[in-house]
C-alpha cells in the first residue's frame, strides 16, 4: 500500500500497490488518517459498491437513506445512486439542513463520466477563513432557518415502510433548534435553526460546512435567517466566489473509493452528459 497526495486535491490518496483487498487494510490506521485529512480516496481496489458497504461496516455503527436517491438494489437498501439527472451540484453537507447530519459520506465509481462530471469538495475551515471578517460576524451572530415538507413517502422512505405518525413526533420531539407541524394530508412541515458554522467532529475547528448555497438554489427549499428575513444575493454572491477559490476535485477511475467528513467538508458535482456514469453513495455515523 501507499499513500500520496494528489496533484489536484488536498485529500489523502491510498494506492493499492500490492494487489491488496481493501477488507485487508488496517482499521486504525485508516481511522487516524480519516481524522487527519478528512478526505480519503481509495484507488486500484477494485471497489465496487458491495464492497464499499463491507468496508463502511467496519468504521459505522450505523446508516441512513437518503429519502430522494435512488435504491441500487434490494440486498443493500442504503446504497443508492447519487443525486439523480447530469446537472451540477451545489456546495452542501449531506443533511445539514436538518438535526440527521451523518458522520461519513462514502462514494464509489462504478463507471466514470466520458467527459467532465467529477464531485467536488470544499474544505468547510478553509472557507470559513477566507470569507472575511464581515461575513464570519455575520454567520456568528446570526442562525440560519431550513423550511422543509416530507409527505408520507419521504418520511416512510427514512424511517420505515411500516412507520407511523406516532413514529414521526417520537423522532421529532424535544430537538433543540427544530419545530414541527403534522398536515391534514400527513406530510410534515419542519423548521430547523442551526448555525451555518459548526465545529468540525476531529479537531473542534470553526467550519462553513452546511447546506446554505445548496438550499438557497434549490427551488424546493426555503432557507432564512433565523427571524425570518431573507438572506441577501450579495451575501451569497461573496460565499460563492470563496467556495470558487477553494474547489478541489476527485477526478474518478473505476473502482474507486471515497470518504468524506461530512461535519467539515462540502461536496458537489459537475454537470455531465453521459448516462452511463454510476457513482454510488452511502451514508453512515461513525463507531
Not at 448555497?213 to 424546493?220: S, V
Not at 477553494?246 to 467528513?261: A, N, R, Y
Request: charged share 25%; net charge positive.
Amino acid at each position: 500500500m501507499k499513500t500520496a497526495s494528489s496533484l489536484t486535491t488536498s485529500a489523502k490518496v491510498i494506492i493499492n500497490k500490492e494487489s491488496k483487498s481493501i477488507l485487508e487494510l488496517p482499521i486504525q490506521e485508516q481511522l487516524n488518517l480519516f481524522k487527519r485529512f478528512g478526505v480519503l480516496l481509495f484507488r486500484d481496489f477494485g471497489v465496487d459498491y458491495d464492497k464499499m458497504k463491507e468496508f463502511a461496516e467496519q468504521f459505522s455503527s450505523k446508516f441512513v437513506l437518503d429519502k430522494d436517491r435512488p435504491i441500487v438494489d434490494s440486498r443493500n437498501k442504503f446504497v443508492t445512486l447519487v443525486d439523480p439527472g447530469m446537472h451540477y451540484v451545489s456546495p452542501h453537507c449531506e443533511n445539514a439542513n436538518s438535526p440527521f447530519r451523518p458522520d461519513v459520506i462514502w462514494f464509489c465509481c462504478g463507471v466514470p463520466a466520458a467527459q467532465s462530471g467529477e464531485t467536488l469538495f470544499w474544505d468547510g475551515v478553509r472557507v470559513w477563513e477566507q470569507l472575511g471578517e464581515e461575513l464570519r460576524e455575520l454567520f456568528i451572530t446570526r442562525k440560519i432557518k431550513f423550511l422543509q415538507k416530507f409527505p408520507p413517502a419521504d418520511w416512510k422512505r427514512f424511517l420505515g415502510v411500516g412507520s407511523t405518525i406516532a413514529d414521526v413526533k417520537r423522532m421529532l420531539n424535544d430537538i433543540s433548534g427544530l419545530s414541527y407541524k403534522i398536515n391534514q394530508d400527513q406530510s410534515v412541515s419542519i423548521e430547523y435553526v442551526c448555525s451555518a458554522v459548526v465545529k468540525t467532529k476531529y479537531g473542534h475547528q470553526n467550519a462553513f460546512a452546511n447546506s446554505l448555497i445548496a438550499e438557497y438554489k434549490n427551488p424546493r427549499g426555503n432557507v432564512t435567517f433565523e427571524d425570518g428575513s431573507s438572506i441577501a444575493s450579495t451575501v451569497i454572491n461573496q460565499i460563492n466566489q470563496v467556495m470558487n477559490s477553494c474547489t478541489e476535485v476527485i477526478s474518478w477511475q473505476p473502482g474507486d473509493l471515497v470518504m468524506i467528513d461530512n461535519s467539515r467538508f462540502l461536496h458537489g458535482r459537475r454537470s455531465f452528459s453521459d448516462r452511463n456514469r454510476r457513482i454510488y453513495s452511502l451514508l453512515s455515523y461513525l463507531k
